[in-house]
């Protein structure tokens, strides 16, 4: 089930809060959260029942994984054992769903072998739920987090605003808050803010990302060779869909929890005002980037072993990165890419050169837009191909911009001058929805925008629209 489709949001999300605050109302705290937890695996079946074994068998291995971690210390266990174990249970699955395919079709093209795929279909979220319950684990052996009740993990796993797409949370910080009873009573402020924020995420995703994705569809797959303007616009309209969608999902899904009164962590913030590639990777998909560090980066031995060495723990970090967004050789080299950048940075701060914020910020996006040309396209040679259009190896066609459309249902339009400065405006100079937040009323005013944002976005949808992280 999608944010972004009429079912989630005039039939499941009411029906899901009404009741679980209703029974919460009548002092049924334990029927409450197993309603939640029931709610949020309909949410997550909703797309294919077939993979709710899948989760449910993740979440019991990973809980009594986790249990023994934490508790069974009279045992005579050796607890680095059990945590390995369950390490390599969740990568195993994550490696068999995900990779299985990836590396059985390597392996043919290097030893011209003939073997079969299994064609097989990448489980919904299968990503964010295996990290989430991998920082669990290494959380539980550290002895940080505890967990005695199955039901209230079930629900720090799946509860459905973050169970498809993230953010990638940790227990220590998602546990207090639901077992916090003051929680369990509706919150008109909350209500206000999480329905300020739904109407910011579906506008984002309905109205701009939406609209951006038709272009970008036909000059990355469509068009076979692309002139310089197109290869242009291509990769900026992939690089302002990708956030509209991606922090739009954000933004639905803070404004979804908030409504239970639940405050996940920030996942998104204007990471196209980064002025440097390390500075992107903090305001970037910021809970990945910290799960990243602490899990990988830190135990690689982080900067603790010498300069060389943290060259090497940062590129192989990176390249982790890209590999978990998917099987394909353009997810590794945007990784590697972004790993070459990581470190590049690190080096160039050692001579301490000042450098004017709007160029590093403008740097940056560069950068970032070119990456992003391997991370969308299908094949690494047509991501070479669009580079190549871009340096102007295939023409200029002064002419070509007139020839892009952005349409909507009710008619063509022509809002690609609109639709790009819009994006500028609001990428590079806008507030965030965070900053909004911070000074945030439930007045007449806020009410007003929320509702025309809410009315617009759903008047236009349409269309089943997935969000681009569900692939990841």
């Not at 569809?217 to 302002?240: C, K, M, N, R």
């Not at 969608?245 to 639940?262: E, K, R, V």
């Not at 990581?342 to 450098?355: A, G, S, V, Y």
Request: net charge positive; hydrophobic share 50%; glycine share 6%.
């Amino acid at each position: 089930m999608l944010f972004n489709s009429l079912e989630f949001l005039f039939i499941f999300l009411p029906v899901t809060f009404f009741v679980y605050f209703y029974l919460n109302k009548k002092k049924l705290i334990m029927i409450a959260t197993g309603w939640l937890v029931l709610a949020s695996l309909a949410f997550y079946s909703y797309w294919n029942i077939n993979y709710l074994p899948l989760i449910l068998t993740s979440m019991v291995f990973n809980y009594c994984v986790g249990y023994t971690l934490s508790h069974r210390t009279n045992l005579r266990l050796n607890r680095k054992a059990v945590l390995i174990f369950g390490l390599a249970g969740n990568l195993t699955l994550l490696c068999y769903f995900k990779y299985f395919d990836f590396l059985i079709n390597n392996i043919n093209l290097v030893l011209h072998t003939g073997f079969d795929t299994l064609k097989i279909a990448l489980p919904l979220g299968i990503s964010f739920f295996t990290f989430t319950q991998i920082a669990y684990l290494v959380d539980a052996y550290k002895r940080e987090v505890k967990e005695y009740d199955f039901l209230n993990y079930s629900l720090f796993v799946t509860f459905f605003p973050h169970l498809i797409a993230g953010p990638i949370l940790h227990h220590s910080e998602m546990m207090p808050q639901f077992k916090n009873l003051r929680k369990r009573v509706i919150n008109h402020k909350n209500i206000s803010i999480g329905l300020f924020l739904l109407a910011i995420g579906l506008f984002k995703k309905v109205i701009i990302a939406d609209n951006l994705s038709p272009v970008v569809q036909d000059l990355f797959d469509v068009i076979p060779v692309l002139d310089f303007w197109e290869a242009w616009i291509g990769s900026l309209s992939y690089t302002f869909q990708l956030y509209f969608d991606f922090s739009g999902y954000c933004d639905m899904a803070l404004g979804i929890a908030y409504l239970f009164n639940i405050a996940l962590p920030v996942n998104f913030n204007s990471p196209y005002k980064a002025d440097s590639i390390q500075d992107f990777w903090r305001r970037w998909h910021i809970t990945l980037s910290r799960f990243l560090k602490n899990y990988i980066y830190i135990p690689l031995g982080g900067n603790r072993a010498g300069e060389w060495k943290t060259y090497r723990n940062l590129f192989l970090t990176f390249l982790i990165g890209g590999i978990w967004h998917g099987a394909n050789w353009t997810f590794i080299i945007w990784g590697v890419l972004h790993g070459c950048g990581i470190c590049l940075h690190r080096f160039w701060q050692k001579f301490n050169i000042k450098i004017n914020k709007f160029a590093a910020i403008a740097i940056t996006f560069l950068f970032v837009n070119i990456s992003w040309v391997f991370f969308r396209s299908l094949s690494i040679h047509r991501a070479i191909d669009i580079l190549k259009s871009m340096v102007g190896l295939h023409g200029i066609n002064p002419l070509v911009i007139n020839k892009l459309r952005f349409s909507f249902e009710s008619g063509s339009i022509k809002l690609s001058m609109i639709l790009f400065c819009a994006c500028l405006i609001l990428v590079f100079f806008s507030k965030n929805s965070m900053e909004w937040v911070k000074s945030f009323k439930p007045d007449k005013i806020h009410f007003l925008i929320t509702l025309i944002l809410l009315i617009i976005s759903i008047l236009s949808i349409n269309k089943v629209s997935e969000f681009l992280y569900f692939q990841f």
